[in-house]
C-alpha cells in the first residue's frame, strides 16, 4: 500500500528554520513530480512547492520564494522542504502528495496525500 508520511514539523520562533521530509513507501516515486501543500483552519489547502521527478525543475508560491527549498532524494525515495526565515503567516499544517497530473499548483492533481506535519510559528 502507498503512503508518504511527513515528519520535521514543530514550534519556532519567527526567523527560525526547520526541515520538513516526506519519505514514501510501497512504490517508488522517482518518475514522479512531487508537491507539498499547507492548510490552517478554515482554508483551502494552499500550494507552497513542486518539484519535477528529476530535481531539475522547482516551482514555489510567491509567499515563499527565497525562503523555502524543495528537493528530493530519489534514492532514499524521499522528499524535503527546507523553510528558513519562517513568519507567523507560515503557520499550517503542511503536506506532501504525489503530483498525478500537469498543474502543480492545484491540489486536485495530486494523490497520494501524507497525514501533515504542524507547523508553528511563534512570533
Known amino acids: 500500500q502507498v503512503q508518504l508520511v511527513e515528519s520535521g514539523g514543530g514550534l519556532v520562533q519567527a526567523g527560525g528554520s526547520l526541515r520538513l521530509s516526506c519519505a514514501a513507501s510501497?512504490?517508488?516515486?522517482?518518475?514522479?513530480?512531487m508537491g507539498w501543500f499547507r492548510q490552517t483552519p478554515g482554508k483551502e489547502r494552499e500550494f507552497v512547492a513542486a518539484?519535477?521527478?528529476?530535481?531539475?525543475?522547482?516551482y514555489y508560491v510567491d509567499s515563499v520564494k527565497g525562503r523555502f527549498t524543495i528537493s528530493r532524494d530519489n534514492a532514499k525515495n524521499t522528499v524535503y522542504l527546507q523553510m528558513n526565515s519562517l513568519k507567523p503567516e507560515d503557520t499550517a499544517v503542511y503536506y506532501c502528495?504525489?503530483?498525478?497530473?500537469?498543474?502543480?499548483?492545484?491540489?486536485?492533481?495530486?494523490?497520494?496525500w501524507g497525514q501533515g506535519t504542524q507547523v508553528t510559528v511563534s512570533s
Open positions: 502528495a504525489v503530483c498525478v497530473s500537469a498543474t502543480w499548483t492545484d491540489h486536485r492533481s495530486y494523490d497520494h
Open positions: 518539484i519535477s521527478w528529476s530535481g531539475g525543475i522547482t
Open positions: 510501497g512504490r517508488t516515486f522517482s518518475r514522479n513530480d
